[in-house]
């Protein structure tokens, strides 16, 4: 990162912003606080120092909307990563925007913040689709426990396996549907309770087609369309995880390395080391929750899987070599899979595992995608 002659620590909230203007040479540190955001009027204020200057403020609830806004104002200015920013016990004990904002400027002078990658409007709408789907699929999930839940308490169950007699029957088919039309509480009450928790599983279901329709849509108009549809060449990996995945990942060739990768979505593991020992623990947990546990999910398809995946067909649009790497990685993925278990791994413990390998073989297709889509 270049020398700064200014560094513009910056405290954003909703509806004030506090910039602290730190000078590099004399210390001297000038503090203004601004009401309403006007960014034009932050912009204007800056040129009043000596160049050059960064500007830098926390990824937060306001997301990237002010580093847009002055970027095209033409100020240099950066998104700076809330785990990298180092904090003091003083920090901590003494904390305000004043205080915050001299924080940032002083970190930026001694180049301790890392900047996060800026999306473009057009990924940052499909995050924010990824972010709806998930939501409506959820509320889909606590309409369905509700129903499930008033039939239980009233004795109606649905059981029993197939007609074969070898799997359980499985909730939401066309079957128990039939079934559930013929349930008649005594009661007036349970009546309109059952209608009405049948009304909000229709309509919450109603409502998650239609947004996964628009999801998709967004995605095949939009500039990451042949990622997401590479990335579906692997097994475990849908259209869910490809979209979110690509969608926050962005730009592929800004990592370096599958560990990278694996770090940035949470799913490496924790470290406690100190001269010889060597001490590991669960996964971290940092970045996007949402691939991170559709990842774990896809994971799952790994458990009862006894024949080699099948080559995506050529109708698809996806490159050959990179459908051929999508089954070399299926294939790998169910090796290690197979090899954790016989060492006897706990199941929960081999799925995270396989899904900390599984973002690494879709960051791999994706960059493969984009090298031969260039």
């Known amino acids: 990162m270049p020398r700064y002659s200014t560094a513009f620590g910056m405290d954003v909230h909703l509806r004030s912003t506090t910039v602290c203007a730190l000078d590099a040479e004399t210390g001297e540190a000038v ?21 050059p200057s960064l500007a830098a403020y926390e990824n937060g609830h306001l997301g990237f909307a002010p580093q847009r806004e002055l970027s095209g104002l033409g100020v240099d200015c950066v998104v700076a990563a809330v785990s990298k920013v180092p904090r003091s016990a003083a920090d901590l004990s003494s904390k305000n925007d004043r205080n915050d904002a001299a924080r940032m400027a002083k970190a930026i002078l001694s180049h301790d913040i890392s900047p996060v990658w800026v999306p473009s409007p057009e990924i940052e709408g499909l995050r924010d689709l990824a972010g709806a789907h998930d939501a409506a699929t959820a509320r889909l999930a606590a309409a369905k426990q509700r129903l499930l839940a008033f039939l239980a308490r009233r004795g109606y169950a649905y059981g029993g396996t197939t007609p074969a007699g070898k799997t359980p029957r499985r909730y939401w088919t066309y079957d128990f549907l039939r079934r559930l039309d013929k349930v008649r509480p ?5 009546i309109r309770a059952l209608a009405a928790l049948r009304n909000e599983v229709e309509a919450a279901a109603e409502t998650r087609d239609d947004l996964l329709a628009e999801y998709r849509a967004a995605v095949a108009a939009g500039p990451l369309s042949a990622e997401v549809e590479a990335l579906q060449s692997i097994k475990g990996c849908g259209f869910a995880l490809a979209a ?31 001269a010889d020992s060597v001490r590991l623990g669960g996964i971290s947990g940092a970045g996007d929750a949402l691939v ?16 080699q995946p099948k080559l995506m067909p050529k109708g698809s649009g996806v490159p050959l070599e990179v459908r051929m790497h999508g089954r070399k990685g299926s294939e790998r993925l169910l090796r290690r899979r197979e090899e954790m278990l016989a060492r006897g791994m ?17 960051w791999a297709l994706g960059a493969m995608c984009r090298e031969a889509t260039e």
Not at 258 to 265: I, K, L, M, N, S
Request: net charge positive; glycine share 12%; aromatic share 14%.
């Open 31 to 51: 503090t203004r606080r601004f009401r309403g955001n006007p960014w034009g009027e932050v912009a204007e204020w800056m040129p009043g120092f000596p160049g």
């Open 186 to 190: 005594a009661d007036d009450g349970g």
């Open 244 to 274: 979110a995945f690509a969608s926050e990942v962005g730009d592929f060739s800004r990592f370096r390395s599958g560990r990278q990768v694996t770090a940035y979505f949470g799913l490496a593991p924790k470290q406690r080391s100190s």
């Open 292 to 307: 991170r546990r559709l990842a774990v999910e896809g994971s799952w398809s790994y458990v009862q899987a006894s024949h």
């Open 346 to 362: 706990p199941q929960a413990k081999a799925n995270a595992a396989t899904a900390a390998e599984l973002v690494r073989w879709l």
